[in-house]
């Protein structure tokens, strides 16, 4: 009798807040629990082998907290965290930090040699983007990104139908998404300063539009509101609204409206408020997060420890009717399906195929940094525009692949004009 050697993919995690716990912690305990298992590779362990952090706090107070529930892993702090970790033989590492710091810590990732996995925005230029991917390249290791609203089941319904011919050329397209002031002013007061809510959450909503309809970015503008989370005439933004224009192969546009906030009062009924709708030429496509869930009123609880409408889509706990507790939702599912691509690469056969495997899951646009361009395009354009605006320079206009570079801000009235970035977005 034979039995096969235990599979065994090792992670590293560097930043361990809000997005952690949510998110990543219960994936990690699942699969301390259950593992991973596919005809395709196999049964394998996951095990969480080490952790990066600035201080090493919440890491502790992780560990203490979870016991048994998760592997054991190593815990580093301090400026060389992300270098300590990565000594510890990693298969894939997981970046979670605030979006300014994605890009020191993904290349450390990448040219260690070790599979990448990194929060939306990836990084907030084309220039580190490009970096990005070469080193990903050269390493032969997958690099990709979490857009975890591609796999709300809202979304993909819509994209199955545009996919399917049945809704046919969008035309136009509006996305909200409002969040509470204890996310400014509590969770993320520590990284806010000079910082908007547009590039946090709107991100979601480029990817959505430019993985679900194609077509080439073409303008982006905006604007925003100050005053709240930080001085009225400083760099810290409560809300942003930005229009992106695309051009599709017939030569028809569509313009998209993106508006974000992290100022709505704390005594909101939601954890959020999203909203989409997208109009098309034989039809129309709405979505409410609010209005799809459910509303719950509890005294003493309701609407400040817990909200009134639960998104249970996107990340909930439940006593499941065979008795068991579990934590699932599409927030958890989008990781877990990246731990199952670093599976399939690193155990899904021969070693000499694995440059077959590796080519397979980089085609997959929803996530690899090679199909990140515009999203990025998008982001560096907004940021670029706020940070004209904050120093008296509102109303500018960033356009793509025009006659002057691949990313160009033009100020209104004026013949000057920044290239942003060089190349071909």
Same mark, same amino acid.
């Given at each position: 009798?034979?039995?096969?050697?235990?599979?065994?993919?090792?992670?590293?995690?560097?930043?361990?807040?809000?997005?952690?716990?949510?998110?990543?912690?219960?994936?990690?305990?699942?699969?301390?629990?259950?593992?991973?298992?596919?005809?395709?590779?196999?049964d394998v362990s996951v095990e969480l082998s080490a952790v990066a952090t600035r201080t090493g706090k919440r @890491?502790?107070?992780?560990?203490?907290?979870?016991?048994? @529930?998760?592997?054991?892993?190593?815990?580093?702090?301090?400026?060389?965290?992300?270098?300590?970790?990565?000594?510890?033989?990693?298969?894939?590492?997981?970046?979670?930090?605030?979006?300014?710091?994605?890009?020191?810590?993904?290349?450390?990732?990448?040219?260690?040699?070790?599979?990448?996995?990194?929060?939306?925005?990836?990084?907030?230029?084309?220039?580190?983007?490009?970096?990005?991917?070469?080193?990903?390249?050269?390493?032969?290791?997958?690099?990709?990104?979490?857009?975890?609203?591609?796999?709300?089941?809202?979304?993909?319904?819509?994209?199955? #139908?545009?996919?399917?011919?049945?809704?046919?050329?969008?035309?136009?397209?509006?996305?909200?998404?409002?969040?509470?002031?204890?996310?400014?002013?509590?969770?993320?007061?520590?990284?806010?300063?000079?910082?908007?809510?547009?590039?946090?959450?709107?991100?979601?909503?480029?990817?959505?539009?430019?993985?679900?309809?194609?077509?080439?970015?073409?303008?982006?503008?905006?604007?925003?509101?100050?005053?709240?989370?930080?001085?009225?005439?400083?760099?810290?933004?409560?809300?942003?609204?930005?229009k992106m224009v695309y051009e599709y192969d017939d030569g028809r546009e569509a313009a998209f409206d993106i508006?974000?906030?992290?100022?709505?009062?704390?005594?909101?009924?939601?954890?959020?408020?999203?909203?989409?709708?997208?109009?098309?030429?034989?039809?129309?496509?709405?979505?409410?997060?609010?209005?799809?869930?459910?509303?719950?009123?509890?005294?003493?609880?309701?609407?400040?420890?817990?909200?009134?409408?639960?998104?249970?889509?996107?990340?909930?706990?439940?006593?499941?009717?065979?008795?068991?507790?579990?934590?699932?939702?599409?927030?958890?599912?989008?990781?877990?399906?990246?731990?199952?691509?670093?599976?399939?690469?690193?155990?899904?056969?021969?070693?000499?195929?694995?440059?077959?495997?590796?080519?397979?899951?980089?085609? #997959?646009?929803?996530?690899?940094?090679?199909?990140?361009?515009?999203?990025?395009? @998008?982001?560096?354009?907004?940021?670029?525009?706020?940070?004209?605006?904050?120093?008296?320079?509102?109303?500018?206009?960033?356009?793509?692949?025009?006659?002057?570079?691949? #990313?160009?801000?033009?100020?209104?009235?004026?013949?000057?004009?920044?290239?942003?970035?060089?190349?071909?977005?």
């Open positions: 009798m034979t039995t096969n050697p235990l599979k065994t993919i090792r992670a590293g995690m560097v930043g361990m807040g809000m997005i952690f716990d949510e998110t990543y912690r219960p994936f990690f305990e699942t699969a301390r629990a259950e593992g991973l298992y596919d005809r395709k590779f196999g @890491a502790e107070a992780y560990r203490n907290r979870a016991g048994d @529930a998760i592997h054991s892993f190593e815990s580093f702090s301090g400026e060389d965290s992300v270098d300590q970790m990565l000594a510890a033989n990693l298969d894939f590492a997981c970046v979670a930090t605030p979006d300014n710091r994605h890009f020191e810590a993904s290349k450390k990732v990448l040219e260690a040699g070790t599979n990448l996995l990194v929060e939306k925005p990836s990084v907030l230029r084309l220039q580190e983007l490009d970096e990005l991917q070469r080193i990903a390249e050269e390493k032969n290791v997958l690099a990709k990104v979490v857009y975890h609203k591609l796999l709300d089941p809202d979304h993909k319904k819509m994209r199955t #139908l545009v996919a399917d011919g049945v809704l046919q050329h969008v035309n136009t397209g509006y996305c909200s998404l409002l969040e509470p002031k204890s996310i400014s002013g509590g969770q993320f007061a520590e990284w806010i300063r000079g910082r908007n809510p547009g590039t946090y959450v709107a991100v979601h909503y480029i990817k959505l539009i430019d993985f679900s309809f194609g077509g080439k970015l073409k303008t982006i503008t905006a604007s925003g509101q100050r005053g709240l989370v930080g001085p009225a005439d400083g760099n810290t933004w409560d809300s942003n609204q930005m508006h974000t906030s992290w100022v709505t009062p704390d005594n909101f009924p939601g954890y959020v408020e999203q909203e989409v709708q997208f109009r098309f030429d034989n039809g129309l496509w709405n979505g409410h997060s609010r209005k799809r869930g459910v509303e719950a009123t509890v005294e003493d609880l309701t609407p400040f420890k817990m909200k009134n409408s639960i998104n249970n889509h996107y990340n909930g706990e439940f006593l499941e009717p065979w008795g068991q507790r579990s934590q699932r939702g599409y927030g958890i599912e989008v990781i877990e399906r990246y731990a199952r691509e670093v599976a399939y690469l690193e155990h899904g056969g021969p070693k000499e195929e694995r440059p077959i495997r590796l080519g397979e899951l980089r085609s #997959l646009s929803y996530n690899d940094v090679s199909a990140d361009r515009q999203t990025v395009a @998008a982001v560096q354009a907004l940021e670029a525009i706020l940070e004209k605006a904050a120093a008296g320079e509102p109303d500018c206009t960033v356009r793509v692949n025009c006659q002057h570079g691949g #990313l160009v801000l033009y100020r209104p009235g004026s013949s000057e004009y920044e290239i942003l970035y060089e190349g071909t977005v």
